[in-house]
C-alpha cells in the first residue's frame, strides 16, 4: 500500500483528493473533461489491468469545482479474474490518500419494471449476490473493524443531497435497491423474477465489493447507477455489452450534470 501511494503522490505532486468517483461503463467521459493528472492502472504499483470495453483503466485526478477529485476511469470486475481484494484495493488506496466521500457509479439492468434505459437510480441498498466477500481474510486493523456494520452503507444524508441536486437539475431520479451478481453472463428470466421478489430494483456484476470495503474503511458512500436496459424477462429481451455502452452514452449528460452539482454542492 505504502509502495502504490508513494509512487501516487510522486506523479501527482502530492495532489491530496477529498472526494472519490469510480466510473462505470460508458460512463468515463467525466475523466476525460477534468483531469489534472492520469495514471493508467498498468503503471500503478499492485493495481490490476481492466479489461472491459468501456473501461480506459486510468486513475486520473482533478479539481472540479473547487474540489480536489480522484476518479478511476474504469473499474476491474470480479468476473475478469481478478480477486475480491484485488478489485477493492482501488479503495484502500484512495482512502489512503485521503479522501473522505465516494461516489459509486455503475450500469444496471432494470429489474423494477417501472424503470427505462438512460434512467438514472440513486442507490438505497443493496443485496450481495456475488458469492463472495472482499473483507474474507486477515483483518488489517489500520483499515477498518474485523466486523464492519451495514445497516446504512449508502449513508442517507448522501442520498438526500443526490435526491436535491436531481430536483434542482430537473432530472427524474430514481431510488432502489442494486443487486449485484459476479456475472459475466447476463441473468435468465427465471433469474430476474427472483431478484424482483426479492427486493432488487436493478441488477448489475460491479459495485457491492466496492461499497463493502468503503464502508468498511469508513468512507461515506454514495451510489448512482444509470440503467441501460431492460433486465432479461419472460419476453425473451436479448441483452447485449454493446446496448449498455450505448444507453450509458445517451444518459451521459444529465449524469455528469448530476455527478458535477453533487461534487460542487456535497
Known amino acids: ?10 506523479k501527482t505532486n502530492d495532489f491530496q483528493p477529498e472526494i472519490g ?4 461503463s ?6 476525460d473533461e477534468y483531469c489534472d493528472y492520469a495514471l493508467p492502472y498498468t503503471q500503478i504499483p499492485n493495481f490490476v489491468k481492466s479489461t472491459v470495453q468501456g473501461h480506459k483503466g486510468r486513475l486520473v ?3 472540479i469545482s473547487g474540489r480536489k477529485v480522484v476518479m478511476m476511469q474504469g473499474r476491474n470486475h470480479f468476473y475478469e479474474g481478478h480477486t475480491m481484494q484485488e478489485i477493492t484495493y482501488p479503495v484502500k488506496v484512495m482512502k489512503s490518500l485521503g479522501i473522505k466521500t465516494l461516489i459509486l457509479t455503475n450500469a444496471a439492468g432494470a429489474v423494477n419494471e417501472s424503470f427505462k434505459p438512460a434512467d438514472l437510480m440513486i442507490i438505497t441498498d443493496h443485496i450481495n449476490f456475488t458469492g463472495s466477500n472482499p ?3 486477515e483483518n488489517d486493523d489500520t483499515m477498518g ?4 456494520d451495514m445497516s446504512e452503507v449508502y449513508k442517507k444524508n448522501l442520498v438526500d443531497h443526490a435526491k436535491k441536486c436531481a430536483r434542482d437539475l ?4 430514481k431510488e432502489g435497491v442494486y443487486w449485484a451478481n459476479s ?3 447476463y441473468e435468465t428470466p427465471a433469474e430476474i423474477n427472483m431478484i424482483r421478489k426479492l427486493g432488487g430494483d436493478a441488477v448489475g456484476m460491479s459495485t457491492v465489493p466496492e461499497a463493502i470495503v468503503a464502508n468498511y474503511c469508513g468512507l461515506n458512500v454514495l451510489g448512482i447507477s444509470c440503467i441501460t436496459n431492460a433486465a432479461s424477462s419472460s419476453s425473451g429481451t436479448k441483452l447485449s455489452h454493446e446496448e449498455v455502452i450505448d444507453a450509458a452514452a445517451n444518459a451521459k449528460t444529465k449524469f455528469k450534470s448530476l455527478i458535477l452539482e453533487i461534487v460542487k454542492s456535497i
Open 21 to 24: 468517483i469510480i466510473l462505470g
Open 183 to 185: 456475472g459475466p453472463s
Open 145 to 148: 473493524e474485523r466486523f464492519p
Open 170 to 173: 430537473n432530472i427524474d431520479i
Open 61 to 63: 485526478f482533478a479539481e
Open 1 to 10: 500500500m505504502q509502495n502504490t501511494v508513494n509512487f501516487i503522490k510522486e
Open 26 to 31: 460508458g460512463l468515463g467521459e467525466l475523466a
Open 135 to 137: 473483507l474474507i481474510g
